[in-house]
């Protein structure tokens, strides 16, 4: 059972940025999604990073300004997100699958909220 954990999430104001992590002991051995869920919307895919470090974008609205990164060293996976827009308040949740596959992620941490504001 992989137990997923995120952190890093907060109040930042337009424009800012914040660095997101999602850890857990065996995390290495897969593919590691980032999605968000914004009050009364759906929840939606935002980066997806594989084993070998390739990365898949399903946001075009986050394109240019997150990025997703992983550090096996660590057991851990990043999304760095700049250039911040209250758009982007949404509770930020990590999951993980054998490989970059939205609709089949098995395991899901609790999440962790961004809010946007000034």
């Known amino acids: 059972q992989l137990q997923l954990v995120e952190s890093g999430g907060g109040l930042v104001q337009p424009g800012g940025s914040l660095r997101l992590s999602c850890t857990a002991s065996?995390?290495?051995?897969?593919?590691i999604g980032w999605f968000r869920q914004a009050p009364g919307k759906e929840r939606e895919g935002v980066l997806c990073?594989?084993?070998?470090?390739?990365?898949?974008n399903y946001a075009d609205s986050v394109r240019g300004r997150f990025t997703i990164s992983r550090d096996n060293a660590k057991n851990t996976v990043y999304l760095q997100m700049n250039s911040l827009k209250p758009e982007d308040t949404a509770v930020y949740y990590c999951?993980?699958?054998?490989?970059?596959?939205?609709?089949?992620?098995?395991?899901w941490g609790k999440g962790t909220l961004v809010t946007v504001s000034a």
């Open positions: 999951a993980a699958h054998p490989f970059c596959a939205p609709r089949r992620m098995n395991y």
């Open positions: 065996g995390l290495n051995y897969y593919a």
């Open positions: 990073i594989g084993t070998s470090g390739g990365s898949t």
